[in-house]
C-alpha cells in the first residue's frame, strides 16, 4: 500500500528556517511529480511548490518563492522542503503529495497524500 509519511513539523520564531522531510513507500514514486501543499485553520488547502519526477522543474506558490526549496532523492524515496525566512503567515499543516501529472498547482490531481505535519511561527 503506497504510503507518504511527514517530518519534520514543529515550532520556530519568525526568521528562522524549517526542514520538512516526506518518505514515500509501497511504491516507487520515482515517474510522479512530487508536492508539498499546506492548510491553516478555517482556510482551504493550498499549493506550495512541486518538483517534476526528473527534477526538471520545478514551481513554487508566490507566497513562498526564493523563501522555501524543494528537492527529491529518487533513489531514497523522498522529497524535502527547506523553509527559510519562515512568517507567521507560514503557519499551517504541511501535506506531501504525489501526481502522476506534470508540474501540477492543482489539489484535485494529486491522488497520494501523507497525514501531514504542523508548522508553527510565532512572532
Known amino acids: 500500500q503506497a504510503q507518504l509519511v511527514e517530518s519534520g513539523g514543529g515550532l520556530v520564531q519568525a526568521g528562522g528556517s524549517l526542514r520538512l522531510s516526506c518518505a514515500a513507500s509501497?511504491?516507487?514514486?520515482?515517474?510522479?511529480?512530487m508536492g508539498w501543499f499546506r492548510q491553516a485553520p478555517g482556510k482551504e488547502r493550498e499549493f506550495v511548490a512541486a518538483?517534476?519526477?526528473?527534477?526538471?522543474?520545478?514551481i513554487y506558490a508566490d507566497s513562498v518563492e526564493g523563501r522555501f526549496t524543494i528537492s527529491r532523492d529518487n533513489a531514497k524515496n523522498t522529497v524535502d522542503l527547506q523553509m527559510n525566512s519562515l512568517k507567521p503567515e507560514d503557519t499551517a499543516v504541511y501535506y506531501c503529495?504525489?501526481?502522476?501529472?506534470?508540474?501540477?498547482?492543482?489539489?484535485?490531481?494529486?491522488?497520494?497524500w501523507g497525514q501531514g505535519t504542523q508548522v508553527t511561527v510565532s512572532s
Open positions: 518538483m517534476t519526477w526528473n527534477s526538471g522543474s520545478t
Open positions: 509501497g511504491r516507487t514514486f520515482r515517474t510522479y511529480t
Open positions: 503529495a504525489a501526481t502522476p501529472l506534470r508540474s501540477s498547482r492543482t489539489r484535485s490531481s494529486y491522488n497520494y
